[in-house]
């Protein structure tokens, strides 16, 4: 999964897969947020900081931050391919589409580190 | 009764650009008709006019055009059952027009031919006579031999607008699936083989343009669907 997702050849049934799984994952993390919005009258600093300080709610949006830099890379390369057809100006807007992905991956890590 | 008609015109020779051309034609009040005959009756008043047609009963699908924003086959499209006080007729969508309602459909084909649409059979010792299936062998073929490749579907579908030389089409699939699923068929890997990767097959996301408008009523996103399923089994 590594290797495919790290390579610049598109594997079709992996795509399919991974687009699928990653949507799950962000689905089950917004009804949860959405849930838990509901379910909490008023949201404090102290009731929000609580609810990211355990280590489940760690993982769970660790792994959905993971899963959007996934969907974002096979969906906007798709979205990309079908309307960008000079090969230079959609590796460079893949590129920075991409980067900023990881850059918030990255950014959640430390955020959540620090909770 | 006057009807209204909207014609794309475009002749490559002479036009620098395409136009729509109005035109009018009387018919008797309460006469309803196919847009083939209205198409010809237009013909006879403008013999520029360029259009397919062969069968005229929706067998051979040689007049698949864009009727009212939809595409479909002239022949078996009354009047009386498009939308408006117009009838705008253009070209299928996303094919190069090599005049008039005439489409260059050299990609659909490309596409087709890339399945290897003929039965396949490496069996050493084929039958004397004929290959006999079972009934429910048979039965699964339904709904997959019946197409007649007008292109409706493979033109009305917006990722084979933009990536007509990778992604197969709805109707190309139709029929890809059309030997996946036959029980006489021996070439299920290599025909698996052709379709596995990220155009082929995975460039269709579903939204079943390809459905709403085959003039035979088929359903090629189901059997996309057995085919995404039949790549998916093959890699886990």
């Known amino acids: ?115 | 009764m006057q009807l209204n008609l909207s014609v794309y015109r475009y002749n490559p020779d002479v036009d620098d650009a395409p136009r729509m051309q109005d035109y009018q034609l009387e018919v008797a009040e309460g006469q309803d008709m196919m847009v083939l005959d209205a198409l010809i009756a237009l013909k006879e008043k403008d013999p520029t006019l360029s259009f397919r047609r062969s069968c005229r009963e929706g067998v051979c699908g040689s007049d698949g055009v864009n009727m009212n924003g939809k595409n479909g086959l002239a022949c078996i499209t009354p009047i009386s059952a498009l939308k408006g006080s117009k009838i705008v007729v253009r070209p299928l969508p996303g094919l190069p027009v090599v005049r008039d309602l005439v489409t260059d459909m050299t990609q659909f084909y490309t596409q087709y031919e890339k399945i290897k649409p003929f039965l396949i059979n490496d069996d050493k010792q084929p039958p004397s006579r004929e290959f006999l299936q079972s009934p429910e062998e048979r039965e699964k073929l339904d709904g997959l031999y019946e197409c007649i490749l007008c292109a409706c579907c493979s033109s009305s579908c917006p990722s084979f607008w933009w990536n007509p030389d990778k992604f197969i089409g709805p109707a190309g699939l139709l029929h890809a699936y059309r030997f996946l699923a036959d029980s006489r068929d021996t070439a299920t890997d290599e025909r698996l083989n052709g379709l596995d990767d990220a155009f082929s097959v995975f460039r269709c996301h579903g939204i079943m343009n390809c459905v709403s408008v085959c003039p035979k009523g088929l359903n090629p996103t189901k059997a996309i669907g057995h085919i995404k399923s039949m790549l998916l089994k093959r890699a886990v």
Request: aromatic share 18%; proline share 2%.
């Open chain 1, 1 to 115: 999964m590594v290797t495919g997702q790290a390579s610049l050849k598109r594997n079709g049934v992996q795509d399919y897969v991974t687009t699928r799984a990653t949507a799950l994952i962000m689905t089950a993390f917004s009804l949860f947020m959405g849930w838990y919005f509901i379910a909490t009258p008023d949201i404090t600093y102290a009731i929000w900081n609580n609810l990211f300080s355990g280590l489940a709610m760690k993982v769970f949006t660790f792994v959905t931050l993971v899963s959007i830099m996934f969907h974002i890379r096979i969906g906007m390369w798709q979205v990309l391919t079908d309307y960008v057809k000079a090969p230079g100006l959609r590796a460079f807007i893949q590129f920075v589409i991409n980067l900023t992905a990881f850059v918030y991956v990255v950014v959640g890590l430390f955020v959540l580190w620090g909770v």
